[in-house]
């Protein structure tokens, strides 16, 4: 078979498709495929290496993936998901971001229009920080929301989705999850997930959302530049995920817990954050800016701030520019 493409892209999706069997490919096998010198082969194996993916060489044999790899699949996706929507489902191979794409398309999207990425270039994660994000490696998900109401009626909205993740992990078997304000999602003591929601509109006018969800599923060994302690799914549960499945349920799940939000606010999920707390009745360290903050925490109010008890009595904080650190 010959691929006439010069298309970086495409020829990287091909080698990527070839190797995600789990079979050895030769360098020269793939260079007649692709119409491409062994040489440029050895280049493309570089740079998806420098993109995550866990590629090792045999002399006289080629090349490998440390682990056989399940590609996301569009077609597979749609036909798993269970709630019924009309909105646009985009499946792509390296982006800078799918917090970006959703951005830059969002005025032609409907509700709960979904970007998935098996490697991110730039993913973006809470506080200016990166969202380190190898390749096939996890969920890296953005779905686009419209709040006709506004600013007004989205308070609470990253605690929502962090319950509806919590939802979705538990219907992959992944029983032990827990949650810290706003949504970051642990396991044993370590991030598993975390969630960052973009939001554009005027006041007093709608506001755009865009939902992105990170999600560690089967990180590589290597030690990732990663400032916390971290752990994925693989370590937590004895079968292997299909990336397609999960990308499902977390779809519907965002769906219906979207849709919910809009009409009914925080309210139906305060109970269940509240019971996912990681958290809950220890002494914490809250950082804001410069400012550390000790105190117990004491769950959310109704309307999704954070409460701790200090000297002065149980305080309310609420904002996009805290952290919360064990003490
Ligand atoms: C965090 O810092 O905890 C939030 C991380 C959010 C990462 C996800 S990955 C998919 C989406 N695209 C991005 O660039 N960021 C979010």
């Given at each position: 078979?010959?691929?006439?493409?010069?298309?970086?892209?495409?020829?990287?999706?091909?080698?990527?498709?070839?190797?995600a069997v789990?079979?050895?490919c030769?360098?020269?096998a793939l260079?007649?495929q692709?119409?491409?010198?062994r040489?440029a082969v050895?280049n493309h194996?570089?740079s998806?290496?420098?993109?995550?993916?866990d590629?090792?060489s045999?002399?006289?044999?080629?090349?490998?993936?440390?682990?056989?790899?399940?590609l996301l699949?569009?077609?597979?996706?749609?036909?798993?998901?269970?709630?019924?929507?009309?909105a646009?489902?985009?499946?792509?191979n390296?982006?800078?971001?799918?917090n970006?794409?959703?951005?830059?398309?969002?005025?032609?999207?409907?509700?709960?229009?979904v970007?998935?990425a098996?490697?991110?270039?730039a993913?973006r994660g809470?506080?200016g920080?990166?969202?380190?994000?190898?390749?096939?490696?996890?969920?890296?998900?953005?779905?686009?929301?419209t709040?006709?109401?506004?600013?007004q009626?989205?308070?609470?909205?990253?605690l929502a989705?962090?319950?509806a993740?919590i939802?979705?992990?538990?219907?992959?078997g992944?029983s032990?999850?827990k949650?810290?304000?706003p949504?970051?999602?642990y396991v044993?003591?370590?991030?598993l997930?975390?969630?960052?929601?973009?939001?554009?509109g005027?006041?007093?006018?709608?506001?755009?959302c865009?939902?992105?969800?990170?999600?560690?599923?089967?990180?590589?060994?290597?030690n990732?530049?990663?400032?916390?302690?971290?752990i994925?799914?693989?370590?937590?549960?004895?079968?292997?995920?299909?990336?397609?499945?999960f990308a499902?349920?977390?779809?519907?799940?965002?769906?219906?817990?979207?849709?919910?939000?809009?009409s009914?606010?925080?309210?139906?999920?305060v109970?269940?954050?509240?019971?996912?707390d990681?958290y809950?009745?220890?002494?914490?360290n809250?950082?804001?800016g410069?400012?550390?903050?000790?105190?117990i925490?004491?769950?959310?109010?109704?309307n999704?701030?954070?409460?701790?008890?200090?000297?002065?009595g149980?305080?309310?904080?609420?904002?996009?520019?805290?952290?919360?650190?064990?003490?």
């Open positions: 078979m010959t691929v006439n493409h010069a298309n970086t892209d495409v020829i990287r999706t091909h080698i990527i498709k070839q190797l789990g079979d050895f030769s360098g020269e260079g007649e692709l119409g491409i010198s040489a050895s194996i570089k998806l290496s420098e993109l995550g993916l590629i090792y045999v002399q006289g044999k080629g090349y490998r993936l440390a682990c056989p790899l399940i699949d569009k077609s597979k996706i749609l036909d798993l998901l269970t709630v019924p929507t009309d646009q489902l985009t499946v792509l390296v982006i800078d971001s799918t970006q794409f959703i951005k830059e398309h969002q005025s032609d999207l409907s509700n709960g229009s970007c998935l098996e490697a991110q270039t993913g809470r506080l920080r990166r969202w380190v994000s190898p390749y096939g490696a996890s969920m890296y998900l953005s779905m686009h929301w709040f006709p109401a506004g600013y009626t989205i308070g609470g909205l990253s989705v962090g319950v993740i939802n979705a992990l538990n219907k992959i992944v032990q999850a949650l810290k304000w949504n970051d999602i044993l003591g370590k991030k997930a975390g969630v960052l929601i973009e939001v554009e005027q006041i007093g006018a709608a506001c755009h865009i939902v992105g969800i990170g999600i560690n599923v089967k990180l590589p060994q290597a990732l530049p990663i400032d916390q302690p971290y994925d799914i693989n370590s937590v549960i004895t079968t292997e995920v299909d990336r397609n499945e499902a349920v977390l779809i519907d799940e965002l769906l219906t817990t979207l849709t919910l939000f809009e009914k606010g925080l309210a139906p999920f109970a269940q954050w509240r019971a996912a990681v809950a009745n220890q002494t914490i809250l950082i804001i410069q400012t550390v903050t000790s105190g925490a004491r769950g959310i109010s109704d999704g701030a954070l409460l701790v008890e200090t000297d002065l149980i305080q309310a904080f609420q904002g996009g520019e805290i952290s919360v650190r064990p003490a």
